[in-house]
């Protein structure tokens, strides 16, 4: 496995595999778990080799705090991409490699999609996305990028950047892979005390609740059900949960046959933020 943090050595190394071979790509902020495990497997199942790139983005972040807390764990990410099978380049490159010297995002016109949920609460966090994978996507020019559902939202994103900006590139969405209490992985976990990662349980157990009650229940009742489960945690806060159209991710009161549906949360346990969702219908 190859560990490459210049632009040009990667496209040197990635030169074998661009006649005839499928280059995969999985984009990631490090700190690897066995969720994104899971994509690079995906992603060499159906490739020739896999880049895997692991870059802390100061750009989507709009709180420095978090920025700075965020998990950096190469050696170790190193270690895990090494027991898989196959051939996987790691892109670990400084900001100033991809940035040159400016990182500052670009504004995108993403549509309705980048305002709700996500991109209200994390002002300008879909714009550093987009910038960074702008980028990405452009040195590493794979045929396939693997995205977890768990950013089932940055997934549409996604989706609507390579639209804007031309990419040949095709956008593969891969289920959550989850903690043995039901927690959705994120490299945000390690930051979990064990008494707050066991409380981040209640976010699935809401979640799975949700969609049984969804089959009986109003939209209403079932926002209101969630508010009570958060108030009674004295671990958890609960910052969004919403039920909204699985494609134009506007928040739904009421629902109408024939739609597709997701319920999405966001909670703070101290200062780390989760988010989950899942597909009611
Ligand atoms: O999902 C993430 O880890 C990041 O948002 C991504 C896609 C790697 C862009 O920095």
Same mark, same amino acid.
């Given at each position: =496995?190859?560990?490459?943090?210049?632009? #040009?050595?990667?496209?040197?190394?990635?030169?074998?595999?661009?006649?005839?071979?499928?280059?995969?790509?999985?984009?990631? =902020?490090?700190?690897? @778990?066995?969720? @994104?495990?899971?994509?690079?497997?995906?992603?060499?199942?159906?490739?020739?080799?896999?880049?895997?790139?692991?870059?802390?983005?100061?750009?989507?972040?709009?709180?420095?705090?978090?920025?700075?807390?965020?998990?950096?764990?190469?050696?170790?990410?190193?270690?895990?991409?090494?027991?898989?099978?196959?051939?996987?380049?790691?892109?670990?490159?400084?900001?100033?490699?991809?940035?040159?010297?400016?990182?500052?995002?670009?504004?995108?016109?993403?549509?309705?999609?980048?305002? #709700? =949920?996500?991109?209200?609460?994390?002002?300008? @966090?879909?714009?550093?996305?987009?910038?960074?994978?702008?980028?990405?996507?452009?040195?590493?020019?794979?045929?396939?990028?693997?995205?977890?559902?768990?950013?089932?939202?940055?997934?549409?994103?996604?989706?609507?950047?390579?639209?804007?900006?031309?990419?040949?590139?095709?956008?593969?969405?891969?289920?959550?892979?989850?903690?043995?209490?039901?927690?959705? =992985?994120?490299?945000?976990?390690?930051?979990?005390?064990?008494?707050?990662? #066991?409380?981040?349980?209640?976010?699935?157990?809401?979640?799975?609740?949700?969609?049984?009650?969804?089959?009986?229940?109003?939209?209403?009742?079932?926002?209101?059900?969630?508010?009570?489960?958060?108030?009674?945690?004295?671990?958890?806060?609960?910052?969004?949960?919403?039920?909204?159209?699985?494609?134009?991710?506007?928040?739904?009161?009421?629902?109408?046959?024939?739609?597709?549906?997701?319920?999405?949360?966001?909670?703070?346990?101290?200062?780390?933020?989760?988010?989950?969702?899942?597909?009611?219908?």
């Amino acid at each position: =496995m190859g560990i490459y943090t210049k632009r #040009e050595s990667l496209i040197q190394a990635l030169l074998p595999f661009r006649k005839n071979k499928r280059i995969g790509f999985v984009p990631t =902020m490090g700190a690897l @778990h066995s969720g @994104h495990l899971s994509l690079v497997k995906t992603a060499l199942e159906a490739n020739d080799c896999v880049v895997v790139s692991i870059f802390v983005n100061p750009t989507q972040f709009d709180n420095t705090g978090d920025l700075d807390k965020y998990p950096r764990t190469l050696e170790v990410d190193v270690d895990l991409l090494n027991t898989l099978q196959g051939k996987v380049f790691v892109f670990a490159p400084e900001a100033s490699v991809l940035y040159n010297d400016h990182v500052v995002a670009k504004t995108y016109r993403f549509g309705s999609i980048a305002n #709700e =949920m996500e991109g209200k609460h994390r002002q300008g @966090h879909f714009d550093g996305v987009g910038t960074v994978l702008n980028i990405l996507f452009r040195i590493v020019q794979p045929d396939a990028a693997y995205f977890g559902e768990k950013d089932y939202q940055q997934l549409q994103i996604v989706k609507k950047l390579v639209q804007i900006e031309k990419l040949p590139v095709q956008i593969v969405g891969c289920p959550i892979v989850r903690e043995n209490n039901g927690l959705a =992985m994120s490299s945000r976990n390690k930051r979990l005390t064990k008494a707050q990662f #066991e409380a981040a349980g209640l976010i699935s157990k809401t979640l799975f609740e949700a969609k049984e009650r969804f089959k009986k229940q109003s939209i209403d009742q079932i926002n209101q059900w969630v508010s009570e489960q958060f108030n009674d945690s004295s671990v958890l806060s609960l910052e969004y949960f919403e039920i909204a159209n699985a494609e134009t991710l506007k928040t739904v009161e009421r629902r109408r046959s024939g739609n597709k549906y997701r319920a999405f949360i966001a909670a703070f346990a101290g200062d780390v933020r989760l988010i989950d969702n899942i597909a009611l219908n």
